[in-house]
């Protein structure tokens, strides 16, 4: 069935510093989801990218999504103490959105 | 908009006894999803609805878990008997047609001991 890998699977970073974590998928994807998770909440979605290569912003967040469709990377430019929490990538393949396990983001002021 | 309601938000068994578990997905939403987390893991698809028929519960161990979306709004996951390794967060979503966002509840958090 289709894999969702994800790395690293923790990062610890200083207030300011970049951060990027990296999506790969075993199959070529419909498109690709990032979600936040907060510690003891639940997963809010952040995006979503759909074409080859495409590239989107949010403010300090800068999405990618991979020219075959099979990968994807979210990078957060410096970084702040509220970007703190686990960053989900989910790709969908036919019809089932397959999350990977995640990268834990802790930041120190 | 309300968001997705889930309940109990937490609960504590014994294995081998059984929990229930209801939704109630954003309103006009056709689409629902259970999925499983587990602490330090992403979350896994345990069964998606489309108004009352299931899309997917390739990955629902059907042995213990049921689940029904009775009239295609409300849904129940139920667990019977319950293991130690079910002790998880269940997190139900809903979205428009398959694929779009994914609004997640607040998740229901069991232990079993």
């Known amino acids: 069935g289709q894999q969702v890998m994800q790395i690293p699977q923790y990062q610890h970073v200083q207030e300011g510093e970049d951060f990027t974590t990296y999506c790969n998928s075993s199959t070529t994807l419909s498109n690709i989801q990032w979600y936040k998770q907060r510690p003891g909440g639940h997963p809010v979605f952040l995006i979503q990218l759909v074409k080859s290569g495409e590239v989107k912003k949010q403010k300090r967040l800068t999405f990618q999504f991979g020219e075959a469709k099979k990968n994807s990377s979210l990078h957060i430019t410096a970084t702040q103490t509220t970007d703190v929490g686990t960053y989900f990538c989910?790709?969908?393949?036919?019809?089932?959105?397959?999350f990977g396990k995640g990268t834990m983001l802790l930041v120190s002021p | 908009e309300a968001g997705v309601a889930q309940s109990p938000r937490y609960k504590i068994i014994e294995k081998r006894q059984s929990v229930a578990f209801w939704c109630n997905p954003i309103s006009g939403h056709a689409t629902l999803y259970w999925y499983q987390q587990i602490l330090g893991q992403g979350p896994k698809l345990l069964i998606q609805?489309?108004?009352?028929?299931?899309?997917?519960d390739s990955q629902l161990p059907k042995d213990r878990f049921s689940a029904e979306r009775l009239k295609g709004v409300d849904s129940t996951l139920k667990i019977q008997p319950a293991k130690l390794e079910d002790s998880a967060v269940y997190l139900c979503a809903s979205s428009l047609p398959s694929g779009n966002t994914i609004y997640f509840g607040e998740g229901s958090w069991l232990t079993v001991v």
């Open positions: 989910a790709g969908l393949g036919y019809s089932t959105l397959t």
């Open positions: 609805f489309q108004n009352n028929g299931v899309v997917d």
